[in-house]
């Protein structure tokens, strides 16, 4: 059988926000680019369906926010808790300094389509479903391109540069044996969909009560739900039988007591096994991973997709130039995680923090709310670092691609406002870090 060879300047291996986004701005750049998705299409339930006020403002800059909130989506102003029946506003997104003051909840399916549609529109993006990354191709120790398995064979993609979007469970960093750090998480996600009546909460996301932790994603018609569970405890869950697991979501939830029934069949409910772990090195002559492949992330915060989106544009701003006039672009992968790794070991840190308490959380018994904490979120104390870390992001990105025009984005209050964010963020950290570790 013969193997079809193909030729590009940069293949993107995962069709996922970072692969797509950043396949979209090199291609918008002038660079020839390659982008492999293992699945037929983009119609697939996924974790995280938010897109977020600092994304929205990448949109803006490229002149695609219009286009994009043309299609159906649920806007969300602000996001609240609900602790022991009692509802706490965690976030205002109108208090941050960005052009939309709101995140929205959209299938990720449908904003891969609409970026995927708006690639089309330039030479260089060449998207190919139905292609499986198998094996990297070296040579003399750098890495020269990708054989992927398609339904009409194999296909061997020739690079000057591969970057690996390819998720937590990344086969190309594996290929690589790039090393990983792996941190030790409390938690796993039952994930699932529920109907949805009209008359339900719409900006309350999480609901914390007797042991247990829901987060309920608006999709309209229906929740895409996400039960909150000790590590390793599925199987034991499973034993007790569906009915204990409507009875439970139900004791939580009061109002799903009409929509659980729809859960008849353990098939229905997958475990998201959640990890959080980060490459040492992100590159290798010829090789860079960004995203989840080079820092897989907890759902705490929902800020995945964000920093993932975050890379690409990074990762874009860095390696374009060199990629479009065919220079070596090895000495510039450093760059790239040196740009985006502090960030992240900041926003690894706080979710960490907050793993931590889930002992509390998942405590048998009523959840008792102590006076000192209620007064704490009524006042909105943690606000501001909420809305850094969830909303804008610390320190969030901007487009600056040689060559490519954006519209002008407010810089310098952004700068404000983003260094302002982080001073903030990383005093909340250093806080928590120092009481932690203060002796008994």
Known sequence: MSVEAVHTQCCVVGGGPAGVMLGYLLARSGVQVTILEKHKDFFRDFRGDTVHPSTLELLRELGLLDAFLQVPHQKVTSVAVNLAGESYEMADFQDLHTYCRFALLIPQWDFLNFLTEQGRAFPGFDLRMEHTAEALIESNGRVTGVRSKTPQGETEIRADLVIACDGRHSLIRRCAQLAVKEFGVPIDVLWFRLPRERDTPEQVLGYVNYGKLLVLINRNTYYQAGFIIRKGSFDAIKERGLDALRQALVQIAPFLRDSVDELQDWEQVKLLSVQLNRLERWYRPGLLCIGDAAHAMSPV????????????????????????????????????????????????????????????????????????????????????????????????????????????????????????????????AYFLLARRRRPA
Do not use: C, M, W
């Not at 706080?350 to 209620?374: C, D, M, T």
């Not at 487009?399 to 407010?410: C, D, F, K, S």
């Open 301 to 428: 915060f929902g800020v995945g997709i964000n920093l993932a989106i975050q890379d690409a544009v990074a990762a874009a701003n860095i390696l374009a130039r060199a990629l479009r006039s065919g220079e070596s672009t090895d000495r510039l992968l450093p760059l790239v995680q040196r740009d985006r790794e502090l960030r992240t070991r900041l926003t690894q840190r706080l979710q960490a923090l907050a793993h931590r308490n889930f002992k509390y959380i998942f405590r048998p018994g009523p959840l008792h709310v102590s006076p000192l904490v209620k007064i704490i979120l009524r006042t909105r104390v943690l606000q501001p670092v909420l809305l850094r870390v969830v909303g804008a992001g610390i320190v969030p990105e901007r487009i600056a691609i040689p060559g490519v025009r954006t519209r002008p984005a407010h810089l310098l209050a952004r700068r404000v406002g983003a260094l302002a964010g982080a001073t903030i963020a990383l005093g909340f």
